[in-house]
């Protein structure tokens, strides 16, 4: 499909309602809570489960890991009276009709492959960023949010952040004049990872369903809980890690969406451990009318700019930054007035519940495809970083142009049995 926007797909196909959303209506089920689960356990899908089992519109029905361990953890924590259903495989959730809608907080590259897979058994689902770990499981994620009508939040919950809302209209209606840059800043200490060695996983692990679609590789404790991200198996860097909040912010704020041109320059000037992800990284992404530069510092903690993460936007009359101290505008001449605060973890779940209620993929603050544009940028600056050249890039078919090498890096190989579900 040509990029519609979700607004004019839905207004041009009144008549494709998708059976899920009238069955859902005729069950009236906007009246009862949410019934939800969260697959994928670690701090974040921890989170998840206290946000979700915290609102008064929905019910924690379920969680899900490979790690029993931190199953058996989160259903102790989360479970009241043996009420919430614990499972090793995430299917046992997919194919549970009670259940409305899942969270996917497992490594990057589960994200795709596991909201397909509910999507196609009629569930709404909150996936986290970035919620792909290619540029084309993106495009077929959106893709299937669209044709089947259900509501996919993305996990930049920076869109849900009441400040950050006011201080991205203010930029767009022209508070600062005309805005020809925007600086995506990912700055902060991540210590390295050192070398660790080949060993069994722990026991009781279903290692190879962690792994699932990536290929089969021994396991190290490197390669497991969070430090996966490193590693360009299962995670896309600190670009698709923490850069995608700021460069998720920066795109909203110019509004602007896919570019015609990124070039990159990264590597490793602090790590020499088992990262093969950068720790410096400079991405320049091009718009007809600005450009949205990404920078990134993995080796200190100062602030640059006023800013550890944040994005500020440079107009002809003054600059809007927007970090961990909240929003800030400052015109030409004139002190900074604080505009809001941060990001809303709460309030981007209450919105997501809200929008399942109401069957009202329309209302999500931070829907697909926006999602799948964001990622779709962190993607290309890391293929042009890892190629060590500019990209030019097709916006109407998506493809990028004259280079077979880059563009076979829009998709991955699928190790046999997991490939991408369809709903055949
Ligand atoms: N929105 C945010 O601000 C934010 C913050 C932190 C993390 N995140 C995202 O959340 C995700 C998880 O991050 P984390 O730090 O909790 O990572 P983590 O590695 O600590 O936890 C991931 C969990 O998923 C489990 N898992 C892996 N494959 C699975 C499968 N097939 N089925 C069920 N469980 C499986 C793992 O065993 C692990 O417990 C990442 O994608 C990360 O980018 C988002």
Known sequence: MSRLNRRSFLQQSAVMVPAVAAAQSAQG??????RHAVIGLGGQGNAHCRLYSNNPDCELVAVCDVDPERLAKSASEFGQAGNLRSTADFHDIINDDSIDSVSVVTPDHWHTPIALAALHAGKHVHVEKPCS???REGRVLSETARELGLCVQHGTQARSGEGIREAIAFTRDGGIGTVRLAKAINHQLRPGIGRAPETEPPEGVDYDRWLGPAPIRPFTKNRWHY??????DYGTGDMGNDGIHQVDVARWGLGVEWPHTISASGGQLFYDDDHETPD?????????SAFLVYEMRLWTNYTLEGHD???VFYGDKG???????GCFATLIGEKPKKIGGGSDMEAHVANFLACVRANNPDGLNAPIEEGEISAGLCHLGNIATRLGRQ????RDSGRIRDDEEAEAMQTRVYRAGYELPTNA
């Open 133 to 135: 770990h290619n540029l």
């Open 227 to 232: 430090n996966w991200h490193w590693h360009w």
């Open 280 to 288: 410096t990284q400079v991405v320049t992404i091009e718009y007809d």
């Open 309 to 311: 993460n944040g994005v």
């Open 319 to 325: 600059k809007v930054d927007i970090g961990r101290a």
């Open 29 to 34: 089920q906007s009246d009862k809570p949410v």
């Open 391 to 394: 990209l030019t890039f097709d």
